[in-house]
T-cell receptor, first 109, second 116 residues
């Protein structure tokens, strides 16, 4: 069962604009959430996380928002850069970590 | 500090064979998790080990098994390979017994398994 869902398989944005990647989850017991970024031929790398007791966490150009009532998570990248082009996975954890299917972000120069 | 190391990087096997994949976690990390990545399915959780004990298991058939050694290195075994087992197998390590807020997963580059 897909407890973590990323409904957009791909997203394309212009350099300098905002990228918004979305994620929905079904398990209300998840207690923290993360975003990972993956380049081809490499493993995913940790980007940013948020605890379920918070609704926002910011790290440089990356901000993660959590809406617990809607069971929705989003990642904002501002401004987007061509080097941000990658597959982004959202993940949620209770006893173990579950991942979404990923969204391929393309940032065009 | 060396990252998570997975060997081999690429593997080609035929249906019915078995395969063993290896993972060396980051030094000091005691938890190792395994994931299968296929196009469109994202990362599917296989199992997690901590201190040589399997703590959690995903929804995979019994043909998929694993173990962890006293030095935290882990192996994953798939028996009676099927075509659908072709995937990228990722290993990840973390400091604590379960990936926590201050202990995210650190992934290796994966083993690409092709079953023909």
């Amino acid at each position: 069962d897909q407890q973590v869902k990323q409904n957009s398989p791909s997203l394309s944005v212009q350099e300098g604009r905002i990228s918004i990647l979305n994620c929905d989850y079904t398990n209300s017991m998840f207690d923290y959430f993360l975003w990972y970024k993956k380049y081809p031929a490499e493993g995913p790398t940790f980007l940013i996380s948020i605890s379920s007791i918070k609704d926002k966490n910011e790290d440089g150009r990356f901000t993660v928002f959590l809406n617990k009532s809607a069971k929705h998570l989003s990642l904002h990248i501002v401004p987007s850069q061509p080097g941000d082009s990658a597959v982004y996975f959202c993940a949620a954890s209770e006893a173990d970590m579950r991942f979404g299917a990923g969204t391929r972000l393309t940032v065009k120069p | 500090k060396a990252g998570v190391t997975q060997t081999p990087r690429y593997l080609i096997k035929t249906r019915g064979q078995q395969v063993t994949l290896s993972c060396s976690p980051i030094s000091g990390h005691r938890s190792v998790s395994w994931y299968q990545q296929t196009p469109g399915q994202g990362l599917q959780f296989l199992f997690e080990y901590f201190s040589e004990t399997q703590r959690n298991k995903g929804n995979f058939p019994g043909r998929f098994s694993g173990r962890q050694f006293s030095n935290s290195r882990s192996e994953m075994n798939v028996s009676t390979l099927e075509l659908g087992d072709s995937a990228l197998y990722l290993c990840a390590s973390s400091l604590g017994p379960a990936p926590g807020y201050n202990s995210p997963l650190h992934f290796g580059n994966g083993t690409r398994l092709t079953v023909t």
